[in-house]
């Protein structure tokens, strides 16, 4: 799991006087399911389409799967598969003929994989991609996406347009294709709850930078809220070291901390002679708390 | 006997990690003894695909449930429970159940409600199992 198969550093990309990037640094390990986290407008699409030499970055350096994306050979756009955020296809072609097309570009391209695909998450194959609605695109899109059974699979919001039914149907062939620990995959959502279910990693997207990479079990081991409840009023000022976010009301004290410790625990409930209860925080939780702070 | 992962019930937006809710879940099982010694846990790609989870977050609840000796690894067969879990004693499964009941207590005092009315729900929630 210790080789990058991407691997950005200091990555900038600015849009005119906008800067959207500023200096992301990110290790997709393989086999790793990463979620993409960040507000609306944080960039996460900028930060997809340079990794993947869609658009040029203004400083650092990326490698994905060990090449330069801006000038990727045949052999790695045949292990590379991406289902933008929104698909542009030829409104004329219907979705079969679109599929079909599409494979001839892959000496790798899996056709019963493809099809199969299409028939569990009901893609309307004989319809043109013109006439399909935004969900429905969004599924032929992801069956190009998925169709050669890509080593390294990066997707832009994938289940946005989804409804739940179609969405679970999705993370259930996106669990199939991790089965082996072989195939890695990055995709940005703002759906806590589908990173919860897949993703063994989740990297935070905020101000320009990935705020915080790690495992997602760690990182719900680790980012807990605690409840003090001191024996006197709290002071104003009162404060836990590294705190993400404090609210005082009186004796109680709620406080979000990146990292939990029982020095850490002990040590609030001799100085201030409190009670001190930790709340587990699921990952939308703990979102809403480092964007907070 | 092979457990069905439908014993098992994951709440991925929780805020305990879905490995260590299956962990914790296994310990019950056992506890409780409706899992005993030489009993199969279900296999990981059969857990990953019922529950809809990633199969290394079964493989990580797995192995460490291996190394704290509850299962053992029965090559070709799958996680088998051992025999040297004794079937925890009542009292202790009921220290363990506390914890639970603190936090649902804690909740149904926010909501107002008396005594009385918390046991009511209690026993109408008893009532759904089968005895």
């Given at each position: 799991?210790?080789?990058?198969?991407?691997?950005?550093?200091?990555?900038?990309?600015?849009?005119?006087?906008?800067?959207?990037?500023?200096?992301?640094?990110?290790?997709?390990?393989?086999?790793?399911?990463?979620?993409?986290?960040?507000?609306?407008?944080?960039?996460?699409?900028?930060?997809?389409?340079?990794?993947?030499?869609?658009?040029?970055?203004?400083?650092?350096?990326?490698?994905?799967?060990?090449?330069?994306?801006?000038?990727?050979?045949?052999?790695?756009?045949?292990?590379?598969?991406?289902?933008?955020?929104?698909?542009?296809?030829?409104?004329w072609m219907k979705s079969a003929q679109i599929v079909d097309y599409t494979a001839a570009f892959y000496p790798n391209?899996?056709?019963?994989?493809?099809?199969?695909?299409?028939?569990?998450?009901?893609?309307?194959?004989?319809?043109?991609?013109?006439?399909?609605?935004?969900?429905?695109?969004?599924?032929?899109?992801?069956?190009?996406?998925?169709?050669?059974?890509?080593?390294?699979?990066?997707?832009?919001?994938?289940?946005?347009?989804?409804?739940?039914?179609?969405?679970?149907?999705?993370?259930?062939?996106?669990?199939?294709?991790?089965?082996?620990?072989?195939?890695?995959?990055?995709?940005?959502?703002?759906?806590?709850?589908?990173?919860?279910?897949?993703?063994?990693?989740?990297?935070?997207?905020?101000?320009?930078?990935?705020?915080?990479?790690?495992?997602?079990?760690?990182?719900?081991?680790?980012?807990?809220?605690?409840?003090?409840?001191?024996?006197?009023?709290?002071?104003?000022?009162?404060?836990?070291?590294?705190?993400?976010?404090?609210?005082?009301?009186?004796?109680?004290?709620?406080?979000?901390?990146?990292?939990?410790?029982?020095?850490?625990?002990?040590?609030?409930?001799?100085?201030?002679?409190?009670?001190?209860?930790?709340?587990?925080?699921?990952?939308?939780?703990?979102f809403l708390e480092l964007h907070d702070a | 006997m092979t457990s069905s992962p439908l014993n098992f019930e994951i709440?991925?937006?929780?805020?305990?990690?879905?490995?260590?809710?299956?962990?914790?879940?296994?310990?019950?099982?056992?506890?409780?003894?409706?899992?005993?010694?030489?009993?199969?846990?279900?296999?990981?790609?059969?857990?990953?695909?019922?529950?809809?989870?990633?199969?290394?977050?079964?493989?990580?609840?797995?192995?460490?449930?291996?190394?704290?000796?509850?299962?053992?690894?029965?090559?070709?067969?799958?996680?088998?429970?051992?025999?040297?879990?004794?079937?925890?004693?009542a009292a202790d499964r009921k220290i363990e159940l506390r914890e639970h009941v603190e936090v649902m207590v804690t909740?149904?005092?926010?909501?107002?409600?008396?005594?009385?009315?918390?046991?009511?729900?209690?026993?109408?929630?008893?009532?759904?199992?089968?005895?």
């Amino acid at each position: 799991m210790n080789e990058c198969v991407i691997d950005a550093k200091n990555v900038h990309k600015r849009f005119g006087k906008t800067k959207v990037l500023n200096g992301v640094d990110l290790c997709v390990p393989r086999g790793a399911v990463v979620g993409l986290l960040g507000t609306n407008g944080s960039g996460k699409s900028t930060l997809i389409k340079c990794l993947l030499g869609l658009l040029s970055c203004d400083a650092g350096d990326v490698l994905t799967l060990g090449e330069d994306p801006w000038d990727f050979t045949a052999e790695a756009k045949e292990r590379l598969g991406y289902g933008p955020q929104e698909a542009k296809l030829y409104p004329w072609m219907k979705s079969a003929q679109i599929v079909d097309y599409t494979a001839a570009f892959y000496p790798n391209w899996d056709d019963a994989w493809a099809k199969e695909l299409m028939t569990r998450w009901d893609v309307e194959t004989d319809k043109r991609a013109g006439t399909l609605s935004v969900g429905q695109l969004q599924k032929l899109s992801l069956v190009l996406a998925l169709g050669h059974r890509p080593d390294l699979l990066v997707l832009d919001e994938p289940v946005a347009s989804l409804d739940p039914k179609a969405r679970r149907e999705f993370l259930r062939s996106l669990v199939e294709i991790t089965d082996d620990e072989q195939h890695t995959v990055l995709f940005s959502t703002h759906i806590t709850s589908d990173i919860e279910r897949i993703a063994t990693h989740v990297a935070f997207l905020q101000d320009g930078v990935i705020s915080f990479f790690g495992g997602l079990d760690e990182l719900k081991e680790q980012v807990k809220r605690l409840r003090i409840t001191a024996k006197k009023d709290l002071p104003p000022t009162f404060t836990v070291p590294g705190a993400l976010r404090t609210e005082i009301n009186g004796r109680t004290a709620l406080v979000a901390i990146p990292t939990i410790s029982d020095p850490l625990l002990d040590s609030l409930r001799q100085e201030w002679q409190a009670d001190v209860t930790v709340e587990d925080l699921n990952l939308e939780e703990i979102f809403l708390e480092l964007h907070d702070a | 006997m092979t457990s069905s992962p439908l014993n098992f019930e994951i709440h991925p937006s929780s805020g305990m990690p879905i490995y260590r809710q299956i962990m914790e879940q296994v310990r019950m099982l056992v506890a409780s003894g409706k899992l005993t010694a030489g009993d199969y846990l279900p296999s990981v790609r059969q857990m990953a695909g019922e529950l809809d989870i990633n199969m290394m977050t079964v493989s990580k609840a797995y192995a460490r449930l291996e190394a704290e000796g509850i299962v053992e690894r029965d090559r070709g067969l799958g996680m088998r429970v051992t025999n040297n879990v004794p079937q925890e004693s009542a009292a202790d499964r009921k220290i363990e159940l506390r914890e639970h009941v603190e936090v649902m207590v804690t909740r149904a005092k926010q909501l107002g409600l008396t005594d009385d009315q918390i046991q009511a729900v209690v026993k109408s929630v008893l009532k759904e199992w089968p005895s």
